[in-house]
């Protein structure tokens, strides 16, 4: 074979080097937003500790109608999970506004991440009743395994049916979060310096940001 490295086998190989490589797109990620930081390039930088003062202005078309709220999280690199646990502010969100038209493709999709997750969690739940029909009441689920085939429902009882019902909950809810974090216009990125980015599609919407705190003051 020709990944028998003395030591080390081919699994842990390929471990490494996926991570080396997550850990290299991440970099260039966060180099990203700190170049567009410094030339002023659709990214502005802000204080971690300030709360950011929001233009009144619809943060996808720069309208002046930003009558809907719309809240982004953050996204965290290189943060570890006991600081999160142990700071509230890593988990602050932002709310900014957008225009009626700006705001529904957004509150589209993160309903539908909504859904996605609900699904998900009910795949889970099938897997708990079952079990718990199952340990509690082995009458009624015998009984139900009986007749239930008869109905072609005898997936609805069957341990064979649970490892796809984790694959696809876990999926639906993963894909479900990741909708629900949808944010076409702003990105928010937490390294956990004392600064945090923000990277505006709309540079105009950038400018008025960076300047309302505090940007060419200093
Ligand atoms: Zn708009």
């Not at 802000?46 to 709220?69: E, K, M, Q, T, Y």
């Not at 340990?135 to 609805?156: E, M, N, V």
């Not at 979060?177 to 945090?196: E, Q």
Request: hydrophobic share 45%; proline share 5%.
């Amino acid at each position: 074979m020709a990944l028998s490295i003395p030591g080390i086998d081919a699994e842990h190989l390929f471990a490494l080097v996926g991570g080396l490589g997550f850990a290299l797109l991440m970099w260039r990620y966060d180099n990203r937003f700190r170049k567009g930081a410094k030339m002023h390039d659709h990214v502005a930088e802000i204080g971690r500790d300030l709360d950011p003062a929001i233009p009144p202005r619809c943060l996808g078309c720069g309208s002046h109608h930003a009558s809907h709220p719309v809240k982004v999280r953050r996204f965290l690199h290189g943060v570890s999970p006991i600081t999160v646990a142990m700071d509230p502010s890593y988990k602050r969100r932002f709310t900014f506004g957008c225009c009626l038209d700006c705001a529904r493709p957004i509150r589209r999709r993160r309903r539908l991440g909504r859904f996605s997750m609900v699904a998900g969690y009910l795949f889970g739940v099938h897997i708990a009743l079952s079990i718990i029909v199952a340990a509690t009441a082995r009458g009624s689920y015998q009984a139900a395994a009986k007749i239930l085939p008869h109905y072609r429902l005898g997936w609805l009882f069957n341990v064979a049916t649970w490892p796809f019902e984790m694959i696809i909950g876990t999926f639906l809810v993963g894909l479900g979060f990741w909708m629900t974090l949808y944010s076409p216009y702003v990105t928010v990125l937490d390294t956990g310096g004392r600064t945090i980015f923000f990277r505006f599609r709309n540079q105009h919407y950038r400018d008025a940001f960076a300047e309302l705190n505090g940007e060419g003051a200093t």
